[in-house]
């Protein structure tokens, strides 16, 4: 079993920034992507940015030049740097992981993790 713990959230003045870790825990060989959604009220789920092993970003449009992720491998982890955060940014934003066991070697397979959500609130 894996476990994604989230930690950063809450409420913020427009313009300000909040940083967003997510620790990865449990039976785990290797972490592939590590990403981070989030889902405003009445809105489905959205993509905000995610990170390689490797260490290749991909950022939703609307985020771009204003939030930075990156991952310590050596811990298991991901933050999410959000700077000059607008209204719109709030909701709950979920950690995603595609994480491969112990036995990947032999069988070559992935599992999808998602963390609990952390709510991030923007007052304009």
């Known amino acids: 079993q894996v476990q994604l713990v989230e930690s950063g959230g809450g409420l913020v003045q427009a313009g300000g920034s909040l940083r967003l870790s997510c620790a990865a825990s449990g039976t785990i060989f290797s972490i592939n992507a590590m990403g981070w959604y989030r889902q405003a009220p009445g809105k489905q789920r959205e993509l905000v940015a995610t990170i390689t092993s490797g260490g290749s970003t991909n950022y939703v449009d609307s985020v771009k030049g204003r939030f930075t992720i990156s991952r310590d491998n050596a811990k298991n982890t991901v933050y999410l740097q959000m700077n000059s955060l607008k209204s719109e940014d709030t909701g709950v934003y979920y950690c995603?992981?595609?994480?491969?066991?112990?036995?990947?070697?032999?069988?070559?397979?992935?599992?999808?993790?998602w963390g609990q959500g952390t709510q991030v609130t923007v007052s304009s």
């Open positions: 995603n992981a595609r994480v491969r066991p112990p036995n990947y070697v032999l069988t070559p397979r992935e599992f999808e993790y």
